[in-house]
């Protein structure tokens, strides 16, 4: 991944991350926020919420009204006195990308991290970092679903072996195929519950739109096999048949043998089909 930026035009905040502590948490200092940085939240939310409405599953839209968030850059503090109520997650501030370890310690603890930087007017579309509005508008809404809730912990919580087996990039896979990209079938068409996805509006439409996407069925063994974009729109999603089917589908799964069979192996290429497989069409409806 990209290194953390340093650059402080027009944020004092971004990549900063000297008097961040072991943890790599740091305060929000939301009063740091301008009003500049609050209307470009507001343009970003107005664009974002659009789509929302037609684009994204049932969970998140209900998780994105809960939070009330479309006024101003959100207090964390005041998304976590109803995340803590609804399934017992934190939201903590980060300075941007933090150590693999760190990361899912927080996640097995139930943390998640917050970049508290907002991204810039020339980045409205497009940013490789995580930021504020990535972090918040995108993963937010969905900590509030029980099952989304329960996988995180389970995924932070898996992190450990995967380092200690050298197949991190097999269990990484599945946290941007799911979480970041994923995609899930909902009243007779596909909607997105990724946060990768609904936080950019040109890949939300192309995620469900674009003909030449390939959207397969979830399969994790497939998805630990497989490379994906990390500067551009991937050219493969895959589909849960509902958000439960992720606990389902790996409380069960031993992914012990599976990184031993695979993890020496060169990944399937993004957008590459297997023998036999069958890529599902366009959203609809
Ligand atoms: N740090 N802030 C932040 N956000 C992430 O999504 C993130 C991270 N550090 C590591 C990481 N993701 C991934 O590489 C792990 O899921 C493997
Ligand atoms: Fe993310």
């Known amino acids: 991944m990209k290194t953390p930026s340093t650059q402080t035009t027009t944020s004092g905040l971004r990549g900063e991350y000297e008097g961040a502590g072991d943890d790599y948490t740091v305060g929000q200092h939301w009063h740091a926020y301008t009003p500049e940085m609050h209307d470009r939240w507001r343009r970003l939310y107005a664009r974002q919420s659009a789509l929302v409405e037609t684009h994204a599953c049932a969970a998140f839209r209900e998780g994105l009204k809960r939070l009330d968030c479309a006024g101003g850059i959100p207090r964390f503090e005041d998304a976590n006195a109803i995340l803590e109520a609804a399934t017992g997650w934190t939201l903590v501030g980060v300075p941007g990308f933090i150590p693999d370890a760190v990361f899912f310690d927080h996640l097995a603890h139930r943390r998640f991290p917050v970049t508290r930087w907002l991204r810039e007017e020339h980045e409205l579309d497009y940013l490789v970092e995580p930021d504020v509005f990535h972090d918040f508008f995108g993963h937010v809404p969905m900590l509030l679903d029980p099952t989304i809730a329960d996988f995180l912990e389970l995924y932070g919580k898996a992190g450990e072996r995967a380092m200690a087996m050298d197949a991190l990039p097999m269990l990484a896979r ?76 790996l409380v069960g799964l031993d992914f012990g043998p599976v990184y031993e069979k695979w993890r020496a192996e060169t990944p399937i290429p993004a957008g590459a089909l297997l023998p036999g497989e069958a890529p599902f069409g366009e959203m609809i409806p």
Do not use: C, H, N
């Not at 890949?203 to 998805?223: G, N, Q, S």
């Open 174 to 249: 599945i946290y941007w195929y799911t979480i970041e990209f994923g995609l899930v079938r909902e009243d007779g068409g596909l909607r997105v519950f990724g946060a990768g996805i609904i936080s950019s509006s040109g890949e939300t439409r192309y995620a469900l739109e674009d003909r030449a996407v390939l959207r397969l069925p979830f399969d994790a063994e497939r998805v630990m096999r497989t490379g994906y974009m990390i500067d551009a729109f991937q050219k493969t999603y895959f589909v849960l048949e509902s958000l439960p089917q992720l606990i389902e589908d």
